[in-house]
């Protein structure tokens, strides 16, 4: 059984987890679009776009936007084996599958256009898991609620970057209501250290590929730990159900060797940091692919 022709769609400014998944992806035949402005090029996602032969591999100027083209790469042969690539349900209606792997400013441009469904986390999903698995208060509100906070506290937007993920002295060290809309939700949380955490990419209620990506707080890569990869199975039996298909969950030990959520990513703009490139490819690829692929439970994760 082959899978239909598959596309990947990256941003012009290309991380090294991206340019890993790149080079993973490409060994694997998928094609590859790196795109040269945050917009997307005149004709991409239109019946037989994949087939199109443009000069020099480029796609035409002037689209959407104001973009100025695309590179176009090709791995080896156009089809790939679906045993390899887990690719059930990857195609959309025109057979041929477009996925996005990109932070939140680029996908929310691009995905619409090219009709990938980006899964993520419900914005409230971290506040409502069980104390067992989060060893701390938290909580979803709005940060207009937040601005009245007077004790520190750890601070983030949900899904993005918008509000940076940091310890905050009292809530008037947060943006001002003059640089995020009042209604922006947020997780306000207990301050909690980590003495090692991981990055778990989850594919259909398992845990699919693992890493460590810091201890003490720094940046420190490292193979998944046994524990790590048990405590992610009690966080997909306790609350599996309440994540899309395909996900990133960060976990955590405290030095008290308390194991503990940190956090729930979308794939699609997830490092893959020390986990398996192949295996975090394939969570990447169910997380942004053809909305007419979603399966029934996915649907209520759709960004």
């Given at each position: ?33 790196e795109a040269t402005a945050s917009a997307v090029p005149e004709g991409l996602g239109s019946p037989g ?255």
């Open positions: 059984m082959t899978c239909p022709p598959r596309t990947l769609v990256l941003p012009p400014r290309l991380t090294a987890s991206a340019r890993t998944l790149r080079a993973t992806a490409l060994r694997r035949g998928l094609r590859i679009v776009w994949a087939g199109a032969g443009w000069p020099e591999g480029t796609w035409p100027a002037g689209g959407a936007g104001g973009t100025r083209g695309a590179r176009d790469r090709r791995g080896a042969g156009s089809t790939e084996n679906a045993e390899s690539t887990g690719c059930t349900g990857c195609t959309g209606s025109d057979g041929h599958a477009v996925h996005l792997h990109a932070g939140p400013s680029f996908a929310d441009v691009v995905a619409p256009a090219l009709g990938i469904a980006l899964l993520e986390a419900p914005a409230d999903w971290l506040a409502r898991l069980p104390r067992a698995l989060t060893q701390r208060d938290i909580r979803a509100t709005t940060i207009s609620e937040a601005y009245r906070l007077r004790r520190p506290a750890f601070v983030k937007s949900p899904n993005d970057k918008s509000i940076p993920a940091l310890v905050y002295a009292d809530g008037s060290r947060l943006p001002g209501p003059d640089a995020v809309d009042p209604a922006t939700v947020v997780l306000v949380s207990d301050v909690m250290t980590f003495a090692v955490e991981y990055r778990l990419h989850l594919l259909d209620g398992a845990v699919h590929a693992a890493g460590q990506y810091a201890e003490a707080g720094r940046l420190r890569l490292g193979p998944p730990d046994g524990d790590a990869l048990a405590f992610g199975q009690d966080v997909l039996a306790a609350a599996g159900e309440t994540l899309p298909s395909a996900i990133v969950v960060d976990v955590g030990r405290d030095d008290e060797g308390r194991w503990a959520v940190i956090e729930a990513n979308a794939a699609w703009a997830s490092g893959c940091y020390s986990a398996d490139p192949d295996r975090a490819l394939e969570t990447v690829l169910r997380a942004a692919g053809p909305a007419t692929a979603l399966s029934p439970h996915d649907r209520a994760f759709v960004r």
